[in-house]
T-cell receptor, first 114, second 117 residues
Framework: AQSVTQLDSQVPVFEEAPVELRCNYS??????LFWYVQYPNQGLQLLLK??????LVESINGFEAEFNKSQTSFHLRKPSVHISDTAEYFC????????????FGTGTRLTIIP | GAVVSQHPSWVICKSGTSVKIECRSL??????MFWYRQFPKQSLMLMAT?????????EQGVEKDKFLINHASLTLSTLTVTSAHPEDSSFYIC?????????????FGPGTRLTVL
């Protein structure tokens, strides 16, 4: 079975400052990795995903995440945050053996301070 | 593309009543849909996997008779919370699976907030 750990439950950041949201996973088999964002009272939206190939993946709104197999991490970063980035961010893992279940971390609430 | 809707967005009901929540894939067909439950300030917990035309697969600890799932068409899955009690109050989120190359991707609905009085 796989598991996901998001080390920070809350991260306050000043506007235009950089941010890193940490995610570590545990699995005995190869996995796919995802970051989802949840705005207040809404469902989850896929932010980015790592399937294979380049370990650095990017989203259209400036976020990026890097898959580090040796450290079993998939941290999410943005060099300059905006007020609109305030949301809950979930890291998720899925095995790549045809098992379609997603296992989620507990989430990190990102709060942007004006 | 890949839009998933849920109805209702919120519902308040009395203890002992049943509540039906609909999950629809609006612009694609989904052979598999998932139902999650999210408690305040917690992560999503998978309740069951819903496959079109067959019985749902429930996660360990989820009562099949209490959370009835029907996936009668490729665009609609329903979750019925039977004889709801206050402890069933939660945010229920569905997702629909889309095959995308090497891995499937799940697209999530906006969620339904259930409050049982």
């Amino acid at each position: 079975a796989q598991s996901v750990t998001q080390l920070d439950s809350q991260v306050p950041v000043f506007e235009e400052a950089p941010v890193e949201l940490r995610c570590n996973y545990s699995s005995s088999v190869s996995v796919y990795l995802f970051w989802y964002v949840q705005y207040p009272n809404q469902g989850l939206q896929l932010l980015l995903k790592y399937l294979s190939g380049s370990t650095l993946v990017e989203s259209i709104n400036g976020f990026e995440a890097e898959f580090n197999k040796s450290q079993t991490s998939f941290h999410l970063r943005k060099p300059s945050v905006h007020i609109s980035d305030t949301a809950e961010y979930f890291c998720a893992v899925q095995t790549n053996f045809g098992n379609e279940k997603l296992t989620f971390g507990t989430g990190t609430r990102l709060t942007i301070i004006p | 593309g890949a839009v998933v809707s849920q109805h209702p967005s919120w519902v308040i009901c009395k203890s002992g009543t049943s509540v039906k929540i609909e999950c629809r894939s609006l612009d694609f067909q989904a052979t598999t849909m998932f139902w999650y439950r999210q408690f305040p300030k917690q992560s999503l917990m998978l309740m069951a996997t819903s496959n079109e035309g067959s019985k749902a697969t429930y996660e360990q600890g989820v009562e099949k008779d209490k959370f009835l799932i029907n996936h009668a068409s490729l665009t609609l899955s329903t979750l019925t919370v039977t004889s709801a009690h206050p402890e069933d109050s939660s945010f229920y989120i569905c997702s629909a699976r889309v095959l995308a190359g090497e891995a499937d991707t799940q697209y999530f609905g906006p969620g339904t907030r259930l409050t049982v009085l």
